[in-house]
């Protein structure tokens, strides 16, 4: 995925423009946004492409997008969070990284680092707590198998719940 800085507002909306070696256009919503994916060469002129726009744009109408919440929690507060949780798992990860991911809220490494969506700044604080949690446990058991999910029910016996709401503000999925 190559970056680019173009950027449409449309609508009351910002989308994020990421060019590549496709042919069909495609419109996600993210945790960071609504993201376009398009071809290298379209113009973003392409009348085509803005019949698409505002037809996606229509198909997400009011869905909970992250984007547009206010940010409820810091990134120094997720930090704070991530010791505290830590402490209670009984891990140390080497590394905590925050930054825009477009795909996850949270993931970790084999070498047990963490690295957290900014998004999460955004959503309610126990939903974060949840993916935090998440990640540490991950630092013990790196899949999702039923050691993973004995952990969990010890230090969050509520996080079915959490998960599905999470679920909820990420509007879904791939419009093409
Ligand atoms: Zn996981």
New binding site residues.
Partial sequence: MSQTQEVINTGGRTIRVYRQHRRSVVMKTTPVGLVLFIPLRMSLKNAQLQTFITKALAQIGDQVVVENAPEVTSPAQLRAMVNTWAERVGVEPTRVSIREMFRKWGSCSRKGSISLNTALCRVPHELAEYVIC??LV?LIEFN?GKG?KTLMDEHMPDWPAREKALDAWMAGGTLD
Avoid: S
Wanted: cysteine-free; hydrophobic content about 20%; aromatic content about 20%.
């Fill in positions: 998440h990640e991950h999702h993973f």
